[in-house]
């Protein structure tokens, strides 16, 4: 793989393929084809080795990835461009097109996921073969691969250096804009570019997501933002409460590249205060995890801290048991209940949220975090398998700079702090709605007379708890402690 330049152009067409860049501006692959050449056709593959992946017919994801297809399709049009949109192995769909169109070159935004890395070399080797260029740029972090590294030249795996260090390289270079705008009259249009497929042309159907609201392509990102850039300073006190509408909701665009990071990074830095610092840290993890996936990718089935993979994790029909009601959110512990709903239903889970879930999966279940990790992947809209991994690692006490085994979520606390009038929890759990304050967040305390009273008996009408958190708790620092760590 090589970065182009002015003197690659003698024959002067290229292609962009989009994956996870789903907008037409600030886009480093797109402007550096336009600088490069004179014609330039777009395509973006739905990858069947992807899509056979996924569990079910009906999704979300795909869906939020159509529409802005269908988006991006339009803005390009109006540029004198259109989006080819292939639907097969992109490792075969982007040589046969790029062949077709008879260009010189692909190019392509990185990706660090394995899988990916894999993919793209097998295009690169491909269209090689073929005597065609494969030219690609970092696009979806600030900093990547080695460019923040230790004084010893390692990868940092203790974020708070790791941030420290990313905000020291950080300067206007690595914040600006790609101008595609500069060059847009080089946008071409392929024969091939007949338009987007609908859902049930590439095999899906219709989901919930427009009945959940969640604005998708560049204008929904840019919709999300504005938004958010007026809350923005009171984020570092508003993001921990699930109720309060204090995080940003940009996770699916920042998963799909419908917002640029250089834009949402450059706005937090300029304006600066608690809020938008804390906010910036957050888009620092992101880069944190990518960069642990791309130098550690055995944690993607692997714990970080390898030791841990020697840990006793629960299994069996019991265990299995266990895993269904916590999919189910039928644990008997409403803010973990509430949050698996939340989940289930929308696609979205706070962060405060996963935290508790994956926590109580691990710790008060103990099961393997690898089994939420996939669950969650099934589930999330916003999924990501850096931001993920990384986060049940963290959660599970096995990854970099996790949450040391001994310090375990208590949900009934943590229920009391973060939705301590239950409003998180009755809007998830209506069946609770009538439960007083005072038992919201321990249901199976209140009196009986009280629950035949209120409608609310547990065991029968909201599950009892499927676990003593005291007692677990007890298993889990055992589990860990016998684990050389
Ligand atoms: C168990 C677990 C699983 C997670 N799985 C994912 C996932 O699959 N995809 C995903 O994008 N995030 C994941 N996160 C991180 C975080 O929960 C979500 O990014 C956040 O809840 C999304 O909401 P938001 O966009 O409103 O976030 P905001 O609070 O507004 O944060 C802004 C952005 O920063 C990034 N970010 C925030 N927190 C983190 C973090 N801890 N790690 C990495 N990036 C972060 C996200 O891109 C997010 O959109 C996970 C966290 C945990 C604990």
């Not at 962060?351 to 690898?370: C, E, Q, V, Y």
């Amino acid at each position: 793989m090589r970065h182009m330049n002015q003197s690659d152009t003698s024959n002067s067409r290229a292609l962009v393929w989009f994956h996870r860049d789903l907008r037409n501006f600030d886009h480093a692959a797109l402007y550096h084809a336009l600088r490069n050449h004179r014609q330039v056709f777009c395509a973006f593959v739905f990858d069947t080795e992807i899509l056979e992946t996924l569990p079910a017919r009906t999704d979300r994801r795909v869906e939020f990835i159509r529409e802005s297809l269908v988006e991006l399709d339009a803005a390009l049009r109006k540029d004198g461009g259109a989006l080819v949109v292939c639907h097969g192995k992109a490792r075969e769909e982007i040589p046969r097109l790029a062949a077709q169109l008879d260009v010189a070159a692909v190019y392509a935004n990185h990706d660090y996921e394995p899988q990916a890395i894999e993919r793209d070399l097998d295009v690169a080797r491909r269209l090689q073969a073929i005597g065609i260029s494969f030219a690609d740029f970092k696009d979806q972090v600030i900093f990547e691969r080695d460019e923040v590294l230790t004084q010893t030249g390692k990868p940092f795996g203790v974020f708070t250096a790791y941030k420290n260090a990313w905000l020291r390289k950080l300067n206007d270079f690595y914040l600006r804009s790609y101008p595609v705008g500069n060059y847009v009259n080089r946008l071409s249009i392929a024969p091939q570019a007949i338009g987007v497929p609908t859902l049930q042309g590439i095999g899906f159907e219709t989901s919930n997501l427009k009945a959940l609201r969640l604005p998708v392509g560049m204008s929904g990102g840019a919709q999300l933002f504005d938004d958010f850039s007026e809350r923005m300073d009171r984020y570092k006190d508003a993001r921990d409460f699930p109720a309060v509408k204090g995080v940003s909701y940009l996770s699916t665009h920042l998963r799909f590249g419908t917002v640029s990071i250089r834009e949402l990074a450059r706005h937090a830095w300029q304006v600066g205060g608690a809020g938008a610092e804390t906010w910036l840290s957050e888009l620092i993890w992101r880069d944190f995890y990518h960069q642990i996936l791309f130098h550690h990718p055995h944690v993607v089935t692997h714990a970080w801290k390898v030791e841990y993979d020697d840990i006793r994790w629960e299994t069996g029909a019991a265990a299995d048991a266990l895993f269904a009601a916590w999919c189910e959110a039928r644990t008997g512990y409403p803010i973990v209940d509430a949050a698996m709903r939340q989940l289930n239903q929308t696609g979205f889970m706070h962060n405060r949220l996963r935290m508790i879930t994956a926590s109580f999966l691990t710790k008060d279940l103990g099961i393997h975090w690898l089994r939420g990790e996939r669950y969650f992947a099934a589930q999330l809209n916003d999924y990501d398998l850096a931001a993920n991994n990384g986060g049940w690692q963290w959660a599970a006490s096995t990854g970099c700079d996790a949450q040391p085994y001994f310090r375990i979520f208590n949900p009934v606390t943590q229920s009391e702090r973060f939705d301590a009038g239950g409003k998180f929890i009755r809007k998830y759990l209506p069946e609770l709605t009538g439960v007083p304050d005072k038992y919201i967040h321990a249901p199976w305390k209140l009196p009986m007379v009280d629950q035949r009273q209120l409608g609310v008996v547990i065991g029968t009408d909201y599950p009892a708890p499927v676990v003593d958190h005291a007692t677990v708790r007890e298993m889990t620092l055992s589990r860990f402690r016998k684990t050389p760590g």
